[in-house]
């Protein structure tokens, strides 16, 4: 099975920074499937990325995804208040299971 | 706009089983482009996903969960449902459905997600 391993485990920063978060598979991801999730505090998750560095429908260019094999990043270019949130890499390809990420909070600082 | 609505099931004992709806409504359950997921999310903790299923009836399961869960759909009703036998505490979550997209059955993203009904498993 596949491990999906994200860091840092918090990241604390102010409105208007770059934030710059991991996720990294303990296997080559070759075709590229993985997704990354908003969750904010008592909602559902909300898709950004999918397919490493596409940008879901209505989700703003200030996010972006990039990265191949089994380092894959998103990236913040400048932090808004609604941006500090807990975000989760994903992976759909290959074999199942369909798996997660521990997560990554980003906080304010 | 899809919307996904969870049934809210509440508390069940040890033992029990734990049997959800997911409600689709802006959008056809029966499009074969789309598969229909469910995931969980224990409380202060990350996501989990139970298994997704295609209209026609293809289903597949996450083997650590696969011999206690069964997925099942109603096209004439535009719904799609878990049941999740042999509770214990450790099955209470957050449950999710959300509408999957990829090439195969187990290669899912998922958008959008329901918001979600809390399950709490306790005697």
């Known amino acids: 099975e596949i491990v999906l391993t994200q860091s840092p485990g918090t990241l604390s920063l102010s409105p208007g920074e770059r934030a710059t978060l991991s996720c990294r598979a303990s296997?080559?991801?070759?075709?590229?499937?993985l997704a990354w999730y908003q969750q904010r505090p008592g909602q559902a998750p909300r898709l950004l990325i999918y397919?490493?560095?596409s940008r879901a429908a209505g989700i703003p260019d200030r996010f972006s995804g990039s990265g191949s094999g089994t380092d894959f990043i998103l990236t913040i270019s400048r932090l808004e208040p609604e941006d500090f949130a807990v975000y989760y890499c994903?992976?759909?390809?290959?074999?199942?299971?369909?798996?997660f990420g521990g997560g990554t909070k980003v906080d304010i600082k | 706009q899809l919307q996904l609505q969870e049934s809210a099931p509440g508390l069940l004992k040890p033992s029990e089983t734990l049997s959800l709806t997911c409600t689709v409504s802006?959008?056809?359950?029966?499009?074969?482009?789309?598969?229909w997921g469910w995931l969980r999310q224990p409380p202060g903790k990350g996501l989990e996903w139970i298994g997704s299923?295609?209209?026609?009836?293809?289903?597949t399961y996450n083997p650590s969960l696969r011999s206690r869960v069964a997925i099942s759909v109603d096209t004439s009703k535009n719904q799609f449902s878990l049941n999740l036998n042999s509770l214990t505490a450790a099955d209470t979550a957050v449950y999710f459905c959300?509408?999957?997209?990829?090439?195969?059955?187990?290669?899912?993203?998922?958008?959008?997600w329901g918001r979600g009904t809390l399950v709490t498993v306790s005697s």
């Open positions: 959300a509408r999957g997209w990829g090439i195969q059955l187990w290669m899912n993203y998922f958008d959008p």
């Open positions: 802006g959008d056809s359950i029966s499009t074969d482009s789309y598969y």
């Open positions: 299923i295609h209209y026609r009836g293809g289903t």
């Open positions: 296997q080559s991801l070759s075709s590229g499937y």
């Open positions: 397919a490493a560095s």
């Open positions: 994903q992976r759909y390809g290959g074999s199942p299971p369909i798996s």
